[in-house]
């Protein structure tokens, strides 16, 4: 089956320390996306990427950063500079006609 | 900048009464319009969406009208379920669709509660 994979589901780290959350697409797209949701904030992007090897900072990007090194994997790595890091992360991907999501992130720094 | 706003919640229905979920938006193009559902704990599913005007969108019972005199694209269901809840976004696709640089606008979200 096609679709968007994120790991892992929950994820847990201690203030200070970088973490990185996995993204993977088998759905041949070339654009992705990273949005953070919070609650009562709806969802707002941090990163996309409309072709590998190319990125750029959407609307909430410091803190973060990304790589697009293959078709299929955008991997955003939640720096220590991030204030907030506590919140469930969401990739999403695009045929440019509908936004695919995979099922989320919940990461907890404390 | 392009911006949605949507009715907050929490909504509280009784299963089989009726569902509107209010969303306005504000483009300077001719966006497509898009109804996503997020059940608890799991990422978004596009619900129903529409790409111009007057167009009707519908699926699952819900069903929401693109309607560009009020810049307003509706949510409603006509008899609801328990399993109907979850939270509701609006969302607008900057330019047009199958453009190269399409990103998506969201709403905050609505949390709709269904009771048996």
């Known amino acids: 089956d096609g679709g968007i994979t994120q790991s892992p589901k929950y994820l847990f780290r201690k203030e200070g320390q970088n973490v990185t959350l996995s993204c993977e697409q088998n759905?041949?797209?070339?654009?992705m996306y990273w949005y953070r949701q919070d609650p009562g904030q709806g969802l707002r992007l941090i990163y996309y990427s409309q072709i590998v090897n190319d990125f750029q900072k959407g609307d909430i990007a410091e803190g973060y950063s990304v790589s697009r090194e293959k078709k299929e994997s955008f991997p955003l790595t939640v720096t220590s500079a991030q204030k907030n890091p506590t919140a469930f992360y969401l990739c999403a991907s695009t045929d440019s006609y509908e936004q695919y999501f995979g099922p989320g992130t919940r990461l907890t720094v404390t | 900048g392009d911006s949605v706003t949507q009715m907050e919640g929490p909504v509280t229905l009784s299963e089989e009464a009726f569902l509107t979920i209010n969303c306005t938006y504000t483009?300077?193009?001719?966006?497509?319009l898009f109804w996503y559902v997020q059940y608890p704990g799991e990422g978004l599913q596009l619900l129903l969406k529409a790409t111009k005007a007057d167009d009707k969108g519908s699926n699952k019972g819900f069903e929401a009208t693109y309607r560009k005199e009020t810049t307003s694209f509706h949510l409603e269901k006509g008899s609801v379920q328990v399993s109907d809840s979850a939270v509701y976004f609006c969302a607008l696709s900057e330019g047009n669709s199958g453009g190269s640089n399409y990103k998506l606008t969201f709403g905050k979200g609505t949390l709709l509660t269904v009771n048996p």
């Open positions: 483009a300077t193009g001719y966006p497509s």
């Open positions: 759905l041949n797209h070339d654009a």
